[in-house]
């Protein structure tokens, strides 16, 4: 059974950057998709950013797409998430994310299995 465990959130103002990490154990093979979701009180999750374990390659959402970078380790089994030119909308409970077997990787919560308890962000203006 994958875990996941995020750390990294914090407090940051407007235009800042933070590294949000995620660990991740269980893994029995290369074909996973690993991925970062947010949420903020009262709306859906929503999917950021995704990385294929095996290939490396890459997804994001407009909204963040050219601001965040997800990238993933192997040799250590972590998956981080460097988030440059913060915004206060970034403001949000992030979650790490694991889907496997797969060759794609998923936009949509409902195809993930494990999931983290979350690491706070919040983006002061």
């Known amino acids: 059974q994958v875990h996941v465990v995020e750390s990294g959130g914090g407090l940051v103002q407007a235009g800042g950057s933070l590294r949000l990490s995620c660990a991740i154990s269980g893994l029995t093979h290369s074909s996973y998709a690993m991925g970062w979701f947010r949420q903020v009180p009262g709306k859906e999750r929503e999917f950021v950013a995704g990385i294929s374990w095996n290939y490396g390659n890459t997804v994001y959402s407009d909204s963040v797409q050219g601001r965040f970078t997800i990238s993933r380790e192997r040799a250590t089994n972590m998956v981080y998430l460097q988030m440059n030119r913060l915004e206060p909308e970034d403001t949000a409970l992030y979650y790490c994310?694991?889907?496997?077997?797969?060759?794609?990787?998923?936009?949509?919560?409902?195809?993930?299995?494990?999931w983290g308890r979350g690491t706070q962000v919040t983006v002061s203006s």
């Open positions: 994310t694991c889907e496997g077997p797969t060759i794609r990787v998923p936009r949509v919560e409902s195809e993930y299995d494990a």
